[in-house]
C-alpha cells in the first residue's frame, strides 16, 4: 500500500509516498481502507521535529481517521466488513478501568494513533474495534474525518471540561483553526455568547457563520481589553484556548470572576509565568483537555446530522501534497482543516 513517510523532519520537512506491506488486523482489530484524514497542528509539529516525545521510529502520521471496514480480526464482535468508521485518537484496549468508564482516550496500555503506531496516512490501518465508531448514515465520508479531532475534542473541551451553560459569554482563541473553528461551533450550540480570536481578518465572515457573535482581531490592542469592552468589565466565563503559551496571561485576564480557563492546544511548546494570586483572586479554574471519548464522537456525529455543528474541511489533497498542507497549516491559512486522501481514486 502507499504511506507518507516522514524522510527528515524539519521545516520544512522532507516527505514522501513511499510502499510499504498492507497491515494485518489482529484479534481485536480490523482493517480499514482510508477515505480520509484530517492534517492536524500535531502532525504539523511531529513533522518540523517540535515534537518527537513518544514518536515511533517511521510511524506513519495523522490520527483523524474515517474509513471503510475491510477486514475484521476473529475477536471483533461489533464491526463488519463494509462499516463506515471513525477512529478515536487512541489504540484502546478496551477493558483497563478507563476504558470501562468511558475514558478509552486515556486509556492505560493505549498508543497514540499516528503518533506511538500508524496512523492514517496511508491506504490502510490496522485498530482496536475499541478505537473506531460508527459514522451515522448521511454523513459525508470525507467530512467523517473531523468527528473524532477537531470536533469531539472541541465539544468535549466545551460541554465536558468547561461545562459551558447557555448565556454564557466564551472567548475561543486561535478561533479560526481546526480545533478553534469547531470549539466556536459547539459552544455557540450550547446557547453561548461567542467571543472568536483571530488574527487572520480574512477568517472573520467564516467565524461569524460558525456562531461567532464577535470576532477580535489583531488591531493592536490586547484581546482581554477588547473582552472587558465588550463584557462590561465582568469578563468571560470561560475561555477555550487552543493556542497556548504564545496568549498568556491575556486568555487568564480575560475571565471573569468564577471563570474557566481550558488549554486546549499549545503551539509553541513555552514555558509561561504564573502569579497565583492572579487565579486566586478571581476563584478562577485553570483545565487541561485532551483527546475524545468514543461516546463524545458518537454525539459529534448525531449533532453533525442535527446541523448544529458541522466539519469544516477547508482543502482536500492527495498525499504526494501533503508538504503543501504542512506550508498551509504553518503559515495559518485554513479555516478549519486540510484533509488528505490517501487513495488515488477517492473514496
Excluded: W
Excluded at 484556548?241 to 486568555?251: C, E, K, N, Q, R
Excluded at 498542507?325 to 479555516?335: G, I, M, N
Amino acid at each position: 500500500m502507499r504511506a507518507l513517510h516522514l524522510k527528515q523532519a524539519g521545516d520544512p520537512p522532507v516527505l514522501e509516498v513511499i510502499d510499504v506491506p498492507t497491515p494485518q488486523p489482529g484479534p481485536f482489530q480490523a482493517l480499514v481502507r482510508v477515505t480520509a484524514c484530517g492534517f492536524c497542528h500535531h502532525d504539523r509539529s511531529v513533522m518540523a521535529g517540535v515534537l518527537r516525545r513518544g514518536v515511533g521510529s517511521g510511524v506513519v502520521l495523522g490520527h483523524e481517521i474515517s474509513g471503510l471496514v475491510e477486514e475484521t480480526g476473529n475477536e471483533v464482535t461489533g464491526l463488519q466488513p463494509g462499516d463506515r468508521v471513525v477512529s478515536i485518537l487512541t489504540e484502546a484496549c478496551g477493558h483497563c478501568d478507563r476504558c470501562a468508564i468511558g475514558r478509552e482516550h486515556r486509556c492505560r496500555e493505549g498508543e497514540g494513533i499516528g503518533h506511538g503506531r500508524d496512523g492514517g496516512f496511508a491506504e490502510y490501518v490496522a485498530l482496536s474495534e475499541h478505537s473506531l465508531v460508527k459514522v451515522p448514515e448521511g454523513l459525508d465520508p470525507i467530512g467523517a474525518a473531523l468527528l473524532a479531532c477537531p470536533m469531539g475534542v472541541a465539544l468535549q473541551a466545551v460541554q465536558e471540561t468547561a461545562q459551558v451553560t447557555p448565556g454564557e459569554t466564551v472567548v475561543v482563541t486561535g478561533a479560526g483553526g481546526g480545533l478553534g473553528s469547531h470549539a466556536v461551533q459547539a459552544a455557540a450550540a450550547l446557547g453561548a455568547r461567542v467571543l472568536a480570536v483571530s488574527s487572520s481578518p480574512e477568517k472573520e465572515n467564516a467565524l461569524r457563520d460558525l456562531g461567532a457573535a464577535e470576532v477580535l482581531g489583531d488591531g493592536g490592542l490586547d484581546f482581554a481589553e477588547l473582552v472587558m469592552a465588550m463584557t462590561g468589565d465582568e469578563g468571560a466565563d470561560v475561555v477555550i484556548d487552543t493556542v497556548g503559551s504564545a496568549l498568556f496571561p491575556s486568555t487568564l485576564r480575560s475571565l471573569a470572576q468564577f471563570g474557566r480557563l481550558v488549554l486546549l492546544g499549545e503551539i509553541l511548546g513555552q514555558s509561561v509565568s504564573l502569579n497565583p494570586a492572579e487565579v486566586i483572586f478571581r476563584d478562577a479554574r485553570i483545565l487541561g483537555a485532551s483527546g475524545v471519548s468514543r461516546s463524545m464522537v458518537e454525539q459529534a456525529g448525531r449533532m453533525a446530522l442535527e446541523g448544529k455543528m458541522r466539519p469544516v474541511v477547508n482543502l482536500e489533497l492527495p498525499l504526494e501534497q501533503a508538504a503543501e498542507a504542512y506550508r498551509l497549516v504553518t503559515e495559518r491559512k485554513p479555516t478549519g482543516r486540510i484533509v488528505l486522501l490517501p487513495h488515488a481514486g477517492g473514496v
